[in-house]
């Protein structure tokens, strides 16, 4: 199977599968003499980790990564140096329940890739949707920690921002608020109101879509070129290739189309540094596909969970119409796990993007 590889300079290849011996990435691209510890890249890998909450799956994995090539010890002992080389990352499957899937092996679940993915290869693996499964994005995280360290000084957050028909109340954003919950909110009223609907979506036996916001500060103007080579362009593109993401925005993005020219241009003014202050930040941090040093801002829109307990109507390999209902483990909002995979994403575009324009300006 290819398509396995993303990034033009900073190159990432993901492999594995959801019910294999591991899974892992390999960071091609990435410069040398760039420090990072094993803890921080877990840092991140920790927040992705299922069985945290009775909001998310109960699958029980560890997710401990191991670092295979590409970097020396440094001195001090607990930190790594980079050094120009590939940089392989393995982490282990140590609780998947193959049997859990016994029963959909000729089944096509409904909203999963199982039949595309058949028709496309002719073969497809049923434990867990194999490389279609969310497990794959533990590697694009644990890429994405070092992807942070690419670009000096850059902060990469992301929270979420509605399940279902709740939305938060941005005049009570409060980042701290996003570690202090399971559901990465910033939100603490929306965060126990989210709690109480998704009890009863999963008492139900059913799940329910979200939508993340990811937000980058601290990234230098000028990353971007126009006009097949945009930061926009594909940051949305990485974020699209999150699974069970179904839209992607920039900005205002679709509300953008009701604002009025006046009320959507981003105004400037001189400022004291001698650069440009931004009075607004509709454009979310990019014009023209380029970097305008505003804080990035992308939203995606996360589907409900596919496998549910609820009987779902599909065939099967055979042509038989068949009444599906999805057992084991499974997320009854995906979305709350994808946060940390979109900051990761967003991170790996960003890094991207700084190395072609270093490369092409020799400027950083």
């Not at 939305?167 to 939100?187: A, C, G």
């Amino acid at each position: 199977m290819s398509y396995n590889t993303f990034g033009e300079l900073f190159r990432v290849t993901t492999w594995g599968e959801s019910h294999g011996p591991a899974l892992g990435c390999v960071i091609d691209g990435c410069p040398p003499g760039i420090k990072f510890s094993v803890s921080e890249v877990q840092s991140y890998l920790d927040k992705r980790k299922p069985g945290q909450s009775r909001y998310t799956t109960q699958r029980r994995e560890a997710d401990q990564v191991k670092v295979l090539s590409g970097v020396l010890p440094c001195d001090d002992g607990e930190k790594l140096v980079t050094t120009g080389t590939p940089i392989s990352m393995m982490i282990e499957n140590t609780d998947q329940r193959s049997k859990d899937y016994g029963n959909i092996a000729r089944e096509y679940r409904p909203g999963h890739a199982d039949y595309t993915y058949d028709v496309k290869y002719g073969i497809r693996d049923y434990r867990g949707g194999g490389r279609s499964s969310a497990r794959e994005t533990a590697a694009r995280v644990a890429a994405g920690a070092i992807a942070r360290k690419v670009v000096p000084d850059v902060r990469i957050r992301g929270a979420i921002i509605a399940i279902g028909t709740i939305d938060i109340d941005r005049s009570r954003w409060d980042w701290d608020e996003v570690e202090k919950n399971p559901f990465f909110t910033p939100d603490k009223v929306a965060a126990e109101k989210f709690a109480a609907y998704l009890d009863d979506i999963r008492k139900k036996g059913s799940s329910i879509g979200a939508i993340v916001e990811i937000v980058a500060e601290n990234v230098p103007a000028g990353l971007g070129a126009p006009v097949y080579g945009k930061l926009d362009q594909d940051i949305a593109s990485f974020l699209m290739s999150i699974n069970a993401v179904k839209a992607v925005e920039i900005g205002e993005g679709f509300h953008a189309a009701r604002l009025t020219g006046e009320e959507n241009a981003d105004e400037m003014r001189h400022g004291e540094n001698g650069k440009p202050v931004f009075l607004s930040n509709h454009a979310g941090g990019i014009l023209g596909g380029i970097s305008n040093g505003e804080p990035i801002i992308a939203r995606f829109a996360v589907k409900p969970t596919s496998s549910i307990l609820i009987p779902r109507r599909s065939v099967d390999v055979d042509g038989n119409n068949v009444d599906v209902v999805t057992k084991g483990r499974h997320d009854p909002c995906v979305g709350i796990r994808a946060v940390p995979v979109g900051e990761a994403m967003v991170a790996c575009a960003i890094a991207d993007h700084y190395l072609r324009h270093r490369g092409q300006t020799g400027r950083i």
